[in-house]
């Protein structure tokens, strides 16, 4: 992988096949071994192993934080190769890191685990930086004459995606991002499709709607017109999705949420499964996606993640499973709890029954590895941490009961181990204006909460009690 060929000196050819022996290693032991242990085992070593330890790292059984911008070589043969890709090399923090490179394994396995195929990782600095390092290579402007890039998006999505997309694509590169109401309705992807589209684009579940889509059929109509199907999928985690199982070409994640609950940082993520299918880009692109990504345009753009929040996020990530598990039970227990409660006029989770797309979401929402568990011995679908309310009455009234919230935290975070709410017309959705709220369905008396790894009962005795300040406040209704 190289921007242009270069001339390989018998110096560097030793380099080289020195390499071979290291990579045939790696390649052996991620077959043989790590890739036939269950999600669990590989979220909690990934492709750091007690052999790589020893050799490497002085035995020490966590990865350690590389804290160094570059790295040394012993003679120029060994950095002609190394800043040339032809050996496995880290060179500079901003290309590439030691730490950052369990942390892009653990992903890429995770994200691949089910995948009859082999899957790879560039690891962003955030969640929004795996959004445009995923959608950017495709957007190039060709001067053919036919005019400029289009891509076809969900417009259920985050607040943050839907400013990228309209004001730094479209406003500012003049980009279109055609944006699909109604995800579930595959003629909405199929008629805005023409030969300028490049792309299509899903959030699911969406933040914080929980739109849904059906992938498998969204990958299909993509890969029909020759275009790869891009999904953030970081609502779900591959806990409990992971799209590239089923079709998709390329998953964005914001590693920053319920993938690192511990909360102490932003980061992001970028999967790819090998030989995407794409209309436009060089072998080198659509062979290794991500690998791409990461060693041309993220060299020359710089959206790279720091090694310390690399290893905390690892860190966290290693009980995802769990974690999705018991944080899915305790939303549903609170979603039914809000669905009876007489000032709430709405509850949107895709694990109740009268959400309008819990039997589609059901088709893909499944906790992985649910079969091999005791506790289970079964498939088990689990939905997820994220839901939503409206509050009766009104924007005023809701103001009123998150005011009033005491245990959980007012704040524009979701995927936290502590539970958190926000209103996102007036946080995360509130830059997009009233129109696009309304695009998106996001109503001015939604609230969004997110269901941490408290105890439910504290959780839903806190909603009780800012609920009831409103039959205080508003006596008469
Ligand atoms: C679904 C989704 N995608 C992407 C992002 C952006 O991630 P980050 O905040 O890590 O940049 C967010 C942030 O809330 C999100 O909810």
Redesign the pocket.
Known sequence: MADNEIHITPGMQRYIDQSKKDLADRTQYLEQVVKKWKFDTIAVHGLYSVHDALKNHQGAIIEPIFMSASQAYADSDEMAAALAYKIPTWCYSRIANPSTYYYEWTLALLEGYGFDGTTSCCST???????STAVLPFLQFRDNGSGPPNFVATAQ?????FQQFTVRLMQERNIECRWVADATDLSQWAEKIDKNTRLLYG?LP??PQLGFFDVQAVADLAHSHNLPLIC?S??ATPALLRPICHGADIV??????SLSSGGFG???AVISRKNIVSNIGDDGLLEDFALNVKFLQNRDLGPNLHPVQAVMALNDMRTIRSKMDMMSRSTEKVADFLADHPGVESVQYLGRTDHQHHELAARYLWLVDAEHDDQYNRAVNRYGHLMSFCVKGGAEKTRTVFDNLQRIWRA????RIKSVATIPAIS?HQQQGEEGRELAKIPNNMIRLCVGAEHPDDIIADLDQALAALTKIYPVA
């Open positions: 600095s955030s969640g929004m930086a795996a959004i999505c985050y607040g943050g995606t959030e969406s933040n953030d970081t609502v964005v994640q914001s590693v920053t949420k932003i980061c992001g524009t975070d979701l995927g995360t």
